[in-house]
Nanobody, 122 residues
Framework: QVRLVESGGGSVQAGGSLRLSCAAS????????MSWYRQGLGNERELVAS???????NYVDSVKGRFTVSRDNAKNTMLLQMNSLTSEDTAVYYC????????????????WGQGTQVTVSS
């Protein structure tokens, strides 16, 4: 019912910037919290940043001051502006959304995107 598509990944040199985008489409009532996760080679998936529907944000310590998460509720999109990138940021980045859907019975479920690769070379 809900599809999340990430875009904006790519290769960049250390110190550079990238902006990731996540777009939600499908049939749903609303999206609550949205998040960015990442998974480097051989590592577990970790939460990078999250944003509530009202705009409250949280970041993992390693990206504070460098990454900024934002969203446009009207367009069902979320962005992740990544600055001062380092090789430690190399990973596949995933978008996650808590989606409310249904008619008579409203349910909340978690949807994931397919991921976008970010590679930072030193």
């Amino acid at each position: 019912q809900v599809r999340l598509v990430e875009s904006g990944g790519g290769s960049v040199q250390a110190g550079g910037s990238l902006r990731l985008s996540c777009a939600a489409s499908g049939t749903f009532i609303r999206i609550n919290d949205m998040s960015w996760y990442r998974q480097g080679l051989g590592n577990e998936r970790e939460l990078v940043a999250s944003i509530s529907s009202s705009g409250d944000t949280n970041y993992v310590d390693s990206v504070k001051g460098r990454f900024t998460v934002s969203r446009d509720n009207a367009k069902n999109t979320m962005l992740l502006q990544m600055n001062s990138l380092t090789s430690e940021d190399t990973a596949v980045y995933y978008c996650k959304a808590e989606v409310v859907a249904g008619t008579t019975l409203k349910l909340t479920f978690t949807s994931w995107g397919q991921g976008t690769q970010v590679t930072v070379s030193s």
